[in-house]
């Protein structure tokens, strides 16, 4: 008991330390911050099932989802799935229902796959930050010397936890079962995922996707007046501050709008492709821009990979 209180005596300490600002610019906090932690999904899954982002609804259907949903927290309609959250995708007056498989990011099948598989993970609002935290990176480390092991478990944001233990404020990590399972001492995940709620630290650290470029998915409805795209696979830092598009035989970088999760529309047209795309990341206000990366004839659910990425 007594090692114990030692470890919580740790992780309230932890909580005074600020992060710190090099050149303008959030740097990642060296220090392990007090949060805690659970698991979901299967013993060793990897948590978010990876069904598409999206339904496939008709243009009837939707327009009967958009009258029967009064509020964001409305009930989702006649036919649409009791697991599917409203959210407004950035066509004037549209709304859908997204499904909360593959995680509220966005990133449907990618969570069943390596490098994301058994990494991914659910974090509260306050790390969540309404879909600006996608994509970021985590160590979490448990505090229990007798079950922990002092090597952390690295996840990336893949979706929200938005009550239960991650509601009122809490920095809270939901888990696949597998990432949680990785905090603990050889033969222990099992012994470690029983102990439900447990207390942890965490700390920032950059995103590393060897191997990998980043790639843009054209989301499921988009066309030549609404083009939304999905980022994936984003080293460094991760996550994305603004993006900006250019059309064919354009010099005008066009602003696109954060829709929701690691995805961004743009609302014009008809749209002329190919498209470049210049992404600035949150954290850092790094910049980076990949010439005609969405070819002239791209097409619906289609994913482009760049030729460049941030390390």
Not at 4 to 15: G, P
Not at 51 to 57: G, K, L, R, T, V
Not at 167 to 190: E, N, P, Q, V
Not at 276 to 287: F, H, I, N
Request: charged residues 20%.
């Amino acid at each position: 008991m007594a090692a114990l209180s030692f470890y919580y005596s740790v992780v309230v300490l932890a909580s005074l330390s600020l992060f710190r600002r090099l050149d303008g610019g959030a740097a990642f906090d060296p220090h392990w911050l007090p949060a805690t932690a659970t698991w979901y999904g299967s013993a060793e899954g990897d948590g978010s099932d990876g069904e598409p982002p999206f339904p496939s609804f008709t243009r009837p259907t939707l327009h009967k989802i958009r009258t029967l949903a009064k509020s964001p927290d409305a009930a989702p309609a006649k036919g649409v799935p009791s697991a599917a959250r409203r959210i407004e995708i950035g066509r004037p007056g549209l709304v859908v229902y997204k499904l909360q498989t593959g995680g509220a990011c966005g990133y449907g099948t990618l969570v069943d796959v390596r490098p994301l598989r058994a990494r991914v993970g659910a974090v509260s609002p306050v790390l969540f930050k309404g879909g600006e935290g996608c994509g970021v990176c985590y160590k979490v480390r448990c505090l229990d010397p007798a079950i922990c092991s002092r090597r952390p478990s690295t996840i990336i944001v893949t979706d929200e936890c938005p009550g239960g233990y991650c509601a009122f404020g809490r920095t809270h990590f939901d888990l696949s079962g597998a990432a949680f399972g990785r905090m603990a001492i050889s033969g222990g995940a099992d012994q470690l995922r029983n102990r439900g709620e447990i207390p942890v630290v965490f700390r920032r650290t950059p995103c590393k996707y060897p191997g990998k470029n980043i790639a843009f998915h054209v989301n499921e409805g988009s066309t030549r007046f609404w083009l939304s795209l999905l980022v994936e696979f984003e080293d460094a830092d991760g996550d994305i501050g603004s993006m900006h598009i250019k059309q064919a035989n354009s010099v005008l970088w066009q602003e696109m709008k954060h829709v929701w999760g690691a995805s961004w529309c743009i609302i014009g047209g008809p749209l002329q492709g190919p498209f470049s795309v210049k992404l600035t990341t949150l954290t850092t206000r790094k910049t980076l821009s990949a010439r005609d990366v969405i070819p002239r004839n791209w097409t619906p659910k289609a994913t482009y990979t760049s030729r460049l990425n941030f390390s």
